[in-house]
């Protein structure tokens, strides 16, 4: 299974957009990358995925690097509430029905 | 109600007893999934069920027994638990299980937290 890296913890300021940086170099052609984020007591919350395109959705966007070794991210005005861990997770035929969560970003954000 | 419940939503228990705790999701979802996350640790996998039969477990104690009896709830029977299976444990849905397409999102409940004393 793909591998994937992120950022212990990153910070923003209230309204500024905000970039979480995800790698996964050993991800192969037909791997998925799905992003979740848990706020504080709750589960986790489905983000976005995307395969090779950039993807856009109410809640965020997902820039993907021409290699897809990484990824970022973007939440366009950052709020409050988007305080939580962002999880990357690259989904493959492999995994079969498996989420394989890493440690995840912890995103504070300041008002 | 909408959504992934739970419930109770936190639990304390002695290592002797015997609890259940119950998901039920309201999504019209056919695979059902029940995670661990203990304390600075990441999300663990324990049990998978599609279309209410069993299709993954993934090496856990025999003191934790899920059972599916439709596709819309799934308990976690509880015994003879161990300090260290103070977590907080969270269910999960989605749509047909088959992760394996490689789009198909899981849509998680609060979690219950769980103390063994």
């Known amino acids: 299974d793909a591998k994937t890296t992120q950022p212990n913890s990153m910070e923003s300021n209230e309204e500024e957009p905000v970039h979480l940086p995800c790698n996964h170099s050993t991800i192969s052609g037909t791997d998925y990358i799905h992003w979740y984020r848990q706020l504080p007591s709750q589960g986790p919350e489905y983000v976005i995925h995307?395969?090779?395109s950039n993807v856009n959705n109410r809640m965020a966007s997902l820039a993907i690097a021409e290699d897809r070794k990484s990824s970022t991210l973007i939440l366009h005005r950052a709020t409050l509430r988007d305080a939580a861990v962002y999880y990357c997770i690259i989904v493959n035929s492999g995994s079969a029905r498996q989420l394989t969560f890493g440690s995840g970003t912890q995103l504070t954000v300041l008002p | 109600e909408t959504g992934v419940t739970q419930t109770p939503r936190h639990l304390v228990m002695g290592m002797t007893n015997k609890k259940s705790l119950k998901c039920e999701q309201h999504?019209?979802?056919?695979?059902m999934y029940w995670y661990k996350q203990s304390a600075k640790k990441p999300l663990e996998l324990m049990f998978v069920y599609n279309f209410k039969e069993q299709t993954e477990n993934n090496s856990v104690p025999s003191r934790f027994s899920p059972e599916c009896p439709n596709s819309s709830h799934l308990f976690l029977h509880l015994h003879t638990l161990q300090p260290e299976d103070s977590a907080l444990y969270l269910c999960?849905?989605?749509?047909?299980?088959?992760?394996?397409?490689?789009?198909?999102?899981?849509?998680f409940g609060p979690g219950t937290r769980l103390l063994v004393l």
């Open positions: 995307g395969l090779t």
């Open positions: 999960a849905s989605s749509q047909e299980g088959r992760l394996a397409e490689l789009q198909e999102t899981q849509y």
């Open positions: 999504l019209g979802h056919n695979a």
